[in-house]
């Protein structure tokens, strides 16, 4: 028997990455799992090699008919939905004076629209069997990072939308809590030491040499935190924020 028998989880952003990597841990304690993600053929896929009780659902999370048809899709395929993780994201990382208007707008779109739109769809269902399990991703990045102002802000509003959302939601046996990673090595962490020209070894060297376990985080690192605070077993914690970094916000 798995913790999640049963159940149906839905996470965004998650044809790789962080994403894919919870979504995986979901199925091999026996939920049914949708993957959602902007690029549908990559959430297919991604679906595919997870196994027979895995979908993938194309969705522009920030864009509410796309995410009403994406909610009301996994319902009908999967014949409900427990479990909401909030994932999808990206980056636009600029120092402020070099930030557009398009670099704002869409990270904020994309993580703090985004997560309202998905959780807001799926919390019609939440509500009506009196049960919800909802996982936002926030950042070490929250707390303030250089070239990152409006990465901060939306992953800083996240732990104040998922406090709020705590206090609204639990009369309904609604659960809302956010995990904020730090350093992960995935293709967007790749992506950031090709952007700065440096070699990705020797980047996440030194990313892990600047936490005190003294080694960078793996998307299954998330993938348990995440799945923890999904579980029954966590049925008396809300509204909290969890950095799964390390120890790299300890200053």
Not at 65 to 91: F, K, Q, W
Request: charged content about 20%.
């Amino acid at each position: 028997m798995g913790r999640f028998d049963g159940r149906v989880a839905v996470i965004t952003g998650a044809a790789r990455g962080i994403g894919f990597g919870t979504a995986k841990r979901f199925a091999e304690e026996g939920a049914k799992v949708a993957i959602v993600d902007l690029d549908e053929t990559a959430a297919s896929e991604a679906a595919a090699s997870i196994g027979e009780h895995a979908i993938g659902v194309g969705c522009d999370v920030s864009n509410a008919e796309s995410v009403d048809a994406a909610i009301a899709r996994v319902v009908a395929e999967l014949g409900g939905i427990h479990i909401l993780v909030n994932n999808a994201g990206i980056t636009r990382d600029n120092l402020l004076f070099k930030m557009t208007e398009l670099d704002w707008d869409l990270v904020m779109g994309v993580h703090l629209k985004g997560a309202f739109l998905m959780t807001k769809a799926a919390q019609k269902h939440f509500v009506e069997q009196k049960y919800g399990k909802v996982v936002n991703t926030s950042s070490i990045s929250a707390l303030g990072n250089r070239g990152q102002a409006n990465y901060s802000a939306a992953k800083m509003g996240i732990q104040g939308f998922t406090r709020t959302l705590g206090i609204e939601l639990g009369p309904f046996g609604i659960n809302v809590n956010a995990i904020a990673p730090g350093f992960i090595a995935t293709e967007m962490t790749d992506a950031t030491a090709a952007r700065l020209k440096m070699d990705v070894d020797e980047f996440r060297r030194l990313n892990a040499d600047a936490n005190p376990v003294k080694r960078v985080g793996y998307p299954e690192d998330i993938a348990a935190a995440v799945t923890f605070l999904a579980s029954d077993e966590a049925s008396y914690i809300t509204g909290q924020t969890l950095y799964v970094d390390g120890g790299s916000s300890l200053g």
